[in-house]
């Protein structure tokens, strides 16, 4: 992978943490539950901390990059998220937000399969982790809301 595909895909990445904090909080402002509004902030502030990593990575980039070349990371499947709209129904919003975390989600632990740099790829599988709790907690939501009948 040479520099600038590199730095594409962080900025990617970046941009990512940056429409997910937009949804969370655009999110939180629709919700009446408190406890979901309350979750919903704490994404957002999860994401504003991967954005910060991830800029780190941005800002040190080293000569020689810490990836085994790959053909295809699939990072253009996760830039083609739809922005949220503040009428939208909470299952809606939730529905969403577990397909960002997957994307999310994916993204990292591409990115950490194919990093030779063990910190690095440390911190992107922590990440890929974080995305895969979110996505439980957000598919529990939809299920909860989507399918009040599962009460």
């Known amino acids: 992978m040479d520099r600038l595909a590199y730095r594409k895909i962080l900025e990617d990445a970046i941009q990512s943490e940056i429409d997910s904090q937009v949804f969370y909080r655009e999110a939180a402002e629709a919700l009446e539950n408190n406890l979901l509004k309350e979750m919903f902030l ?65 993204v990292y632990a591409a990115l950490a399969q194919e990093c030779t740099d063990e910190a690095q790829k440390k911190i992107l599988l922590e990440l890929a982790a974080m995305e895969r709790s979110h996505k439980l907690k957000m598919e529990k939501a939809f299920i909860d809301t989507g399918y009040p009948e599962s009460w």
């Open 42 to 106: 704490s994404f957002a502030e999860e994401e504003k901390r991967h954005e910060d990593t991830l800029r780190r990575f941005l800002e040190s980039t080293p000569d020689e990059l810490p990836f085994n070349e790959s053909t295809d990371f699939h990072v253009s499947e996760t830039i083609a998220t739809p922005r949220v709209s503040a009428e939208m129904r909470p299952a809606d919003a939730f529905a969403l937000a577990m397909k960002k975390e997957e994307e999310a989600m994916k």
